[in-house]
């Protein structure tokens, strides 16, 4: 099973059984999640207080893996990371409804894992909640357009048959980018959101956030999709 945004005609293509592509999945979002709160934890210790700075090195540091996850595991299961492209992305009505279920498990449970990973890295307690302050209209319109931007790029992607090293380079840095353009700092993933409710470290978010941060990349999602109908109708 391809990504929904990977041309089915590209030399790559693989039949690859359904447990192979759920570990491939759990495996490239756990270490997406690796990256993002490893590198934030790392970023803030070296940083010396300087918010800016540990901000660049922790965007710069989730591009490159986004990037490299992507390109490495697209063969196997699509490199999706994230239920809304399984569920929500181009194509995804292509993909049965059992396996899109299956798809968000894997990766929420790979990305609740490498909190416990990171942790274990950096000498933390392993069981935190984090009380990071992530709310608020502004908050929450910026994590939609940065949902509605991963999706749109995804959906131009396949439209523009993009070979996989340009696709995972625009997904990797819209990413970038969005940490910067939005005040949300560009979650634009349920799974990544979750998990990190559960780190008390510079890229946390309260648990009693997380619902409309997840409502909020749910409607940037739909809203990509039927920008992209009608533009391809």
Same mark, same amino acid.
């Given at each position: 099973?391809?990504?929904?945004? *990977?041309?089915?005609?590209?030399?790559? #293509?693989?039949?690859?059984?359904?447990?192979?592509?759920?570990?491939?999945?759990?495996?490239?979002?756990?270490?997406?999640?690796?990256?993002?709160?490893?590198?934030? *934890?790392?970023?803030?210790? !070296?940083?010396?207080?300087?918010?800016?700075?540990?901000?660049? #090195?922790?965007? !710069?540091?989730? %591009? #490159?893996?986004?990037?490299?996850? *992507?390109?490495?595991? =697209?063969?196997?299961?699509?490199?999706?990371?994230?239920?809304?492209? +399984?569920?929500?992305?181009?194509?995804?009505?292509?993909i049965p409804r059992p396996e899109r279920v299956g798809y968000g498990v894997a990766q929420t449970a790979g990305a609740l894992v490498a909190i416990l990973m990171v942790h274990a890295m950096?000498?933390?307690?392993?069981?935190?909640?984090?009380?990071?302050?992530?709310?608020?209209?502004?908050?929450?319109?910026?994590? %939609?357009?940065? &949902?509605?931007?991963? $999706? +749109?790029?995804?959906?131009?992607?396949?439209? =523009?048959?993009?070979?996989?090293? $340009?696709?995972?380079?625009?997904?990797? !840095?819209? *990413?970038?980018?969005?940490?910067?353009?939005? =005040?949300? &700092? +560009?979650?634009?993933?349920? =799974?990544?959101t979750l998990a990190r409710a559960f780190t008390d470290t510079f890229t946390g978010i309260r648990p009693v956030d997380v619902p409309a941060f997840v409502a909020a990349q749910l409607a940037?999602?739909?809203?990509?999709? $039927?920008?992209?109908?009608?533009?391809?109708?």
């Amino acid at each position: 099973m391809l990504a929904p945004w *990977i041309p089915a005609t590209m030399p790559f #293509a693989m039949v690859v059984s359904l447990s192979r592509r759920l570990m491939a999945e759990a495996m490239g979002t756990c270490m997406l999640v690796v990256t993002v709160v490893g590198s934030g *934890i790392m970023a803030e210790r !070296l940083s010396a207080g300087q918010q800016a700075l540990a901000l660049l #090195a922790n965007a !710069l540091a989730t %591009g #490159a893996g986004l990037f490299v996850w *992507i390109v490495t595991l =697209a063969p196997l299961s699509g490199a999706h990371f994230n239920p809304l492209v +399984s569920g929500l992305g181009p194509g995804s009505r292509d993909i049965p409804r059992p396996e899109r279920v299956g798809y968000g498990v894997a990766q929420t449970a790979g990305a609740l894992v490498a909190i416990l990973m990171v942790h274990a890295m950096f000498g933390l307690p392993l069981v935190q909640v984090s009380d990071t302050v992530r709310t608020g209209p502004g908050t929450w319109l910026a994590e %939609g357009l940065a &949902t509605m931007a991963l $999706l +749109s790029v995804l959906h131009g992607a396949r439209r =523009a048959g993009h070979g996989l090293v $340009l696709t995972a380079a625009s997904v990797a !840095l819209v *990413i970038v980018a969005g940490y910067w353009a939005t =005040a949300s &700092t +560009s979650f634009a993933n349920p =799974a990544v959101t979750l998990a990190r409710a559960f780190t008390d470290t510079f890229t946390g978010i309260r648990p009693v956030d997380v619902p409309a941060f997840v409502a909020a990349q749910l409607a940037g999602a739909w809203l990509a999709g $039927l920008v992209w109908r009608g533009v391809e109708d």
